[in-house]
C-alpha cells in the first residue's frame, strides 16, 4: 500500500501510465510462466498487478481473495490512485470491517484485460514496444482466475480461506471454485450469474459499439494515434449505467426534477437531474477507464458460462466440492435477478454442497453490493465467522 | 392512398426529400394558422402529411385518429414508401381487422417534429429555404395533438368516433381526451403512461448524447453539411430496442445461440445471435429516420406529464370527461409497466368515467402492440364494436 505518497493524476495519458507502471505492487511472469488462455494462445510475458492489506497468519490460512466487477480494480480499500477517491469496497473491506484486515490478509489483483497495471490492451506489448491495443488477446473469466491462481502460487498461499466479489467479481468467485475447489475454503458470490443473459449481452454490444463508433477509437490504435474514444465511452457508461440502477432507485433520487429550475428548456440542455446525473457518471469514467479495456472485460462477462464448460450440467461444476458457499443477490437488480442465484443454489443442492442463501430487499438495484447495505455486511460477516471457526481460524492473525 | 405507384428508394438523401414532399396527402397551414406551441412560439407556416382509410359516412361520424409512436409514422396500414415494408400496424388495421377500415375511416397524421413529411427538423424552413435542423422549436405531446386537431378542423371532422395509439401513439391518446374531450368519443391508449418516468428519461438521454456524440451530426446541421450521423443513431437505436422487447423474449428467441457458427471466435465480431440482431436493427433504422427528429420526439415523450398540467392531480386531466376509455398494458412492457396503466384508470374512475381495463399476459415486452397479440386485436374489437353501438353507428358507412 503506497496511500500516503500517492500523487493525484487526472489527464488520461497519466492514467495510460498506470497500465504499465501501476502505482501498486506488480509481480511479473517472464516467458517460463506463460499464461494459458481459452483462446488457445500463450500470453507471455505478462504481468499482474494488486494490493494487500493485513497480514498473513503463520498458517498460510487466512488469505481472502477479492474479485473485482467490470470497472473496478485492485484499489479495494485504499485511496484511488487517479481518482483520489476512497477504494470501491472500503465499506467491506479494512479493519473491523466484515472482510476484517484485523483478522484476514485480503489480496486483490486487477483482472487480466483491465488497465491498472495487470496485462491488458492499453499496456505495452513486449513484443513490440507500442501498446497492444486491439492485438491483446480477448480473455476469459477463467483466464482472469487462473491469472489470481499464479498469483497465490508466487505469494506461496496454496489455499484460500474465502474468495468474494460481486457481479463480474462473483463470476470470478465462482470460476476459482470450479477451477480450483481444492483451494478454495468459503466462496461468496454476490449479485452474480453463472451466465450472462441475451438482454445482458445486448446492453454490453450497444455500449461496445458506442466505443467502436467514436472515429476517435481508431480501430482501437487511439494510444499509438494519440486520439481518446471519450464520447464513445461516456455513451457506453451512461447506458450501462442505468443497468446497475432500478427504476425505483432512480425514481427515488431523480423522478422528474428538473435541474436547476422549474420549468423545462424547450432544449436539449440536460433539463432533468437524472440526465445530468449521468452525464456526469459518463464524463467522469472516462478519466479512469480505458476504452478498450471496456470492450474486452465486457466481452469476458458475455462469453461466460459456466455450465457450458461442464456439459451444460451446472451441478457438474460443482460436483463433490468441499468449499461452502454463500450466495446473496439484491431485489431490485434486473441485471443479475435473484433467479439466478437460485439457479447457484439449486446446482449446489444437487452436489449436496454446503450453501447458504440470502435476497436482500433494497431496492437500489444490482450497484447495492457496492453500497451502504447494513444486512449484507452482517451476513457477510456472519458466514465468514462461522466459516473461520470450521478452517480453525483463531482471530487475530 | 398511393401504394400501388410507390417506387421504394433507400439513400437518405431521398428519405429525407420525403420530409418535404411526402408520398401521401399533405395539408399546408398559412401564416393566418400558425401552430401555438408549448415553448411559447408560433411555428407557421407549417405542414401535416397524413393517410386516410376507409370512408368517412355521411354523418361524419366514423372517424378514427390512430396515432403513431415514436419512430411510425402515418404509413399505418400501406406499404413504405422509404422501407418497402408493410404499414406498421396492418395487422389492427385494414379491412375486416380490429379497426376496420370497411366500417370505420381511419385518418393517421405524422406528428410535429417527425420525418415523413409533416414538419420538422429535417424540413425545409420557410424562412431560410434550408433545413431547419435545431432551429426547429422543441414541440410537446400536446403540440403533437393540437396540430391533429387542426387537420381535423380541415378535412371537416367536428369529432372522433375513436383515437387509438400505443407508446408514444398513448400519450397522444390522453393527451386528446385531456385537450378536446367534446371531440373524442372513445378512447384506446396502449402500452403508455401519463408521464415518463426517470428511468425512461435516462435511456432516452443516453440515445441522444449517442447522436449527439457522432462528429457527423455537426451541431445538428448535417443535412447542410451533407454528412450522416448514422453510427451515432444507430447506437440510440439498438440501445432503445433492448427496452422494447422483454429478458424473457430475448432469452426465447436468441438465448447465448452464436451466430452461425458453434464457438466463439474471440473476437469483437457479433458472435452471438442477439447482437447480430441489435446491428441490423440499427443500420436499417438509420436508412429510414432522421437523427434531429430522433431527437425532438424522445424529448416531447420526455416532457409529457399529463397531471402536471392540471396541478399535479391526474384525475382533473379527465374531470368530467364524455369518453370510454380503454386502457391496454403488457405484462412484460418494462418501458410502461402496468403500474402505469393503473394509475391511468385510477385517476379515471375517480372522475366517474367509464372505463375498461385489460393486462395482457405476455412475453413481448413494449412491442407487443405492434405484434401479432390476438388478446389484443379482441379486446379492441370488441370495444369499437361496442362504442360504435352507443355511438349509433350502423355497421357500414
Redesign the interface.
Known sequence: MAEANLTIIRDSTARAREADSPRSPVVHFGSDRPLRL???VELSPFQIAYQTYGKLDANRANAVMVCHALTGDQHVANVHPVTGKPGWWETMVGPGRPIDTDRYFVISANVIGSCMGTSGPSSTNPATGKPWG?AF??VTVRDMVNAQAMLLDHLGIESLFAVAGGSLGGMQVLQWTASYPQRVFAALPIATGT?????N???H??G???V????EWRGGRYLLEHTNPR??L??AR??AH?TY?S?AA??R????KFQDRSN?T???D???E??SY??HQ?SSFVERFDANSY?YLT?AM??F?LAADYGGVLARAFKDTPTRFCVISFTSD?LFPTSESRAIVHALNAGGARVSFAEITTDKGHDAFLLDEPELFAIVRGFLDAAGKARGLNGKP
Open positions: 481459452d483462446a488457445g486491439l488477446p480477448v451466465r450472462h443473459s441475451a438482454q449481452i445486448a446492453f454490444e450497444v461496445r459499439q458506442a467502436m463508433a467514436d472515429p464520447r464513445g461516456a455513451v451512461m447506458g442505468i440502477l427504476d432512480l425514481h433520487k431523480f423522478g422528474r423545462p424547450f432544449s436539449f440536460a433539463d432533468f437524472v440526465e449521468l452525464r459518463g470492450l466481452r458475455d462469453y458460462d434486473w
